[in-house]
């Protein structure tokens, strides 16, 4: 049974910075493509990030692009997300995802999720 575990979270100034780890058991981890989302209160759940199986394909979405770096560590099973230059736009629950369907690049329709973490940047 695939389990993701986010970790990382908090509360920040605008401008700060915090790093996402996301820790998988269950697979192997390096088979698969990975992602994070994020969902703000009152929004439905949006795509941030997706980093493929290999480490070497990366997809951000715009407003994040510049800002946030995702990477995995495949001897680590694990996936990090260093936020940069944080907004209060940021602030949401970020969830971790992995593909359920291996040598992707991390951005599919099916995924499996962790059980989030909160990120609050204040002004």
């Known amino acids: 049974q695939v389990q993701l575990v986010e970790s990382g979270g908090g509360l920040v100034q605008a401008g700060g910075s915090l790093r996402l780890s996301c820790a998988a058991s269950?697979?192997?981890?390096?088979?698969?493509?990975m992602a994070w989302f994020r969902q703000a209160p009152g929004k439905e759940r949006e795509f941030v990030v997706a980093?493929?199986?290999?480490?070497?394909?990366?997809s951000y979405a715009d407003s994040v692009k510049g800002r946030f770096t995702i990477s995995r560590d495949n001897a680590k099973n694990t996936v990090y997300l260093q936020m940069n230059s944080l907004k209060p736009e940021d602030t949401a629950v970020y969830y971790c995802?992995?593909?359920?369907?291996?040598?992707?690049?991390?951005?599919?329709?099916?995924?499996?999720w962790g059980q989030g973490t909160q990120v609050t940047v204040s002004s």
């Open positions: 980093i493929g199986w290999s480490g070497r394909s990366t």
């Open positions: 269950g697979r192997t981890f390096s088979w698969y493509g």
């Open positions: 995802a992995a593909e359920t369907i291996p040598y992707g690049v991390g951005k599919s329709e099916n995924y499996y």
